[in-house]
């Protein structure tokens, strides 16, 4: 059977939707919600500031943990491979709510957010604040300028 131009036009364009797809699935996205127990909030909704301390044991035990948006959506945090110290920081924010970047994606009706970078959420945020960064380990004290820490070498993180 001769190949037509519309076929080839076709297949090109398929194939031209389909990277572009995929593309767009690696681009970064926002979240904003409370950091969660998995484990806590899915066997028993637990969750909020009176759940705190217990979220935080958990989390802290190696359960793991996620953000509840506001509407209900629960997404499940993963480590993003270039940027552990981002996870390792959310893991402080048990209860709190944050707003956190990252990349994305979902598989059998589980979505995952692989955290790039978090911050605690506020609606009144100045610009006054001078910036702080803090060893994700918690070595030294928060830092005024970017580097790494000199106990661990980790690369400090914006607070």
């Known amino acids: 059977m001769p190949t037509t131009p519309r076929l080839i036009l076709a ?11 995929a593309q767009q699935s690696k681009k970064a996205s926002t979240v904003t919600g409370e950091v969660v127990c998995l484990t806590c909030y899915l ?3 637990a969750k909020g500031e009176g759940h705190a301390k217990c979220a935080a044991t958990c989390i802290n035990k190696g359960l793991p943990m996620g953000i509840l948006t506001k509407d209900g959506k629960l997404f499940v945090a993963i480590e993003d491979h270039a940027n ?6 959310l893991k402080k924010f048990a209860a709190k709510i944050v707003t956190a970047t990252g990349i994305i994606a979902s598989r059998n009706n589980i979505t995952g957010i692989a955290i790039q970078k978090v911050e605690v959420a506020s609606a009144t945020k100045t610009t006054a604040t001078k910036a702080q960064y803090a060893c994700p380990m918690a070595c030294i004290p928060p830092q005024d300028k970017p580097g790494n820490c000199p106990k661990c070498g980790m690369k400090l993180v914006r607070k």
Not at 11 to 21: G, K, S, T, Y
Not at 84 to 89: D, I, K, R
Request: a neutral charge; proline letters at 0%; aromatic letters at 20%.
């Open 11 to 21: 297949i090109w364009a398929l194939a031209f939707m389909a990277v572009a797809f």
């Open 43 to 45: 066997s028993h909704g």
């Open 84 to 89: 552990a110290a981002a996870y390792q920081q």
